[in-house]
């Protein structure tokens, strides 16, 4: 089995009683939601990241970034065939909109990566969807 290490930054998104999320495209996550987020590229600083990630998978420039905490779990996943292990460290954050105005006019079709697009929920909703790991934990407290 191989066996993988990824480290990635993750921020929850509020808007008013909503809170922004991305429907995965691939890898051991797809089909599922997640916060906005992802890999650190080399060298990056993590809010660095997070800015960059924000912005490439929601169209968001304008946020304040404040971290929360840092999480790990492992996931079992087949891929190609081949089963695999992913050990997925989150380094996590609280995200704040800087304007309103922009939380409208987020990102909603796919990026090309990772996202299949964006989209604003309220808590009823979100009992209903997959979430990730990070995702539950930041949301309900609970991976």
Avoid: C
């Amino acid at each position: 089995m191989n066996q993988h290490t990824h480290l990635g930054v993750y921020g929850l998104i509020r808007w008013g009683d909503k809170i922004l999320l991305i429907h995965k495209a691939r890898g051991a996550y797809k089909g599922y939601w997640d916060l906005p987020g992802g890999r650190l590229e080399f060298g990056e600083q993590p809010e660095t990241a997070l800015h960059r990630e924000i912005e490439e998978e929601t169209g968001l420039t304008d946020v304040q970034v404040t971290i929360r905490t840092a999480e790990s779990t492992v996931v079992h996943w087949v891929y190609q065939g081949t089963p695999e292990e992913l050990y997925h460290i989150g380094i996590l954050y609280d995200v704040q909109l800087k304007s309103d105005k922009q939380a409208s006019e987020i990102r909603k079709e796919p990026d090309g990566e990772d996202s299949l697009g964006g989209a604003w929920f309220a808590m009823e909703q979100i009992h209903q969807l997959s979430l990730t790991p990070f995702a539950s934990h930041m949301i309900f407290g609970r991976s």
